[in-house]
């Protein structure tokens, strides 16, 4: 735990128009870390920050909370795929915790832009996806309400490329973390299976921690909106 290559996915919450909205990313450590509480709180707040810088303004960032995953002290079930062991951190969002986009009413809480991760890797596994919601209404086209406005694609590009420069590869500013495409899949070596027409989470091949994971080498923000239910645990770009 809090140990080199450990690697952490951290959940953030916001409340927007009485619907609950969750980004999930992953963290590998570069070292050993001390005052876990408060480097995770950061990671949180540069997320929200990230995130927020186009989202309206009745948007409302809640908590987050950061669960080891993979890495020291980490076993997954080969009967179960249950984990157990590692640690997790949780907190509440501090600093301005609304959109800051203010300029309209909230759009469908459905809508999303999709943010694609890639590793330089091929692979599903190896590339990675995460949504943001709470879009306001003018954030798309007038022409075309299936993509994002040019303004919203700069702005939120622009925040993207902040916040991984600050976290890429190795070569992050951030001396603690640097971001992840992290597979369950290959961590654990269980994936869904239909057992009498129900879907199963089955053992199927050994786990492999140390190669689960691969560091993000690009994100783009993606110009086409996409429905919420494209959220699917394992889905690619």
Known sequence: MLSLNDVYEVACSQQVGGSTILNVLHFRLRGTLTTPQTKFQTVANDIKEMIRAKQAAATTWTSWRATQVSGAGITYDNTTCRR???????????????????SGATG?????????????????????????????ANA????????????????????VDTFYAKYFNTLGTDPDFSAVIWSRFIASGCKYTFVNNKRVLTHVQAGDQANSWVHVTSATVRRV????????QGRGV
């Open 84 to 102: 157990s062991g590692g640690d997790f951190y949780e907190g509440n969002f501090t600093g301005t915790l609304t959109g800051a986009d203010v």
């Open 108 to 136: 469908p809480s459905y809508e999303a832009v999709v943010v694609a991760l890639k590793s330089g890797v091929s692979g599903r596994s190896k590339r990675g996806q995460f949504f943001i919601g709470g879009l306001d």
């Open 140 to 159: 798309l086209k007038s022409t075309n309400r299936n993509e994002l406005a040019d303004s919203y694609v700069t702005a939120w590009q622009a925040a």
């Open 225 to 232: 909106i996409a429905p919420m239910n494209r959220r699917k």
